[in-house]
């Protein structure tokens, strides 16, 4: 039995509708279009009371097959849940931090608009790096040959405009596109 698309899994689940007050932001590759049989959804959510965001996705997800929640030491202590539905593993992630601030949704930002400048070759590499094994992060950074921790390299890419980043993408030898809004 395949998969179904990762927005009919998102329907399906309700996930968007029970995490409404939470501000719920799908990001990862599925919506970037570099999803791997492997891939899992990823729903950020700004959770100033963590309590609460634990409670609400306990309640509504818990009977999920694989269901594991937890809470992170780190100094605001996110709560990441995670269960398996409709063939798509889901990792659910809320932090007292608003969803535009977060690494992640940062991350995705950043590459989504790379992915917009960079055209087919550029997606291209990036898919073959996944494929190879990369994560995400690590294949962007390697494909664009960034230095560095390849999170942080593509974190400090979100500060830059888009000249620069079409630059940065013919340095690496994709010829940019003419910018296309992030659909």
Sequence with gaps: MARPDYREALR???????????????????????????????VLCHA?????????????????????????????????????????LFEVFGQARPVSEQNGWRHF??????????????????????????????AFSAVLRLAGDPYRAVAELGQRDDASLMHLLAAAGFAAEQFRPPK
């Design 12 to 42: 399906r689940t309700g996930i968007i509708i029970a995490l409404a007050e939470f501000d719920p932001r799908v990001a990862g590759t599925p919506p970037l279009g570099l999803d791997l049989p492997t891939s899992d959804i990823d």
């Design 48 to 88: 100033p009371d963590p309590n609460k965001f634990a409670a609400v996705v306990w309640n509504t997800f818990s009977d999920e097959a694989n269901f594991a929640i937890r809470r992170w030491v780190a100094a605001d202590r996110p709560v990441i849940a995670s269960f398996t539905a409709h063939g798509w």
């Design 109 to 138: 930002v950043v590459e989504r608009r790379l992915l917009a400048f960079g055209g087919p070759a550029f997606r291209a590499a990036i898919v073959s790096a996944r494929t190879q094994g990369m994560k995400t992060e690590p």
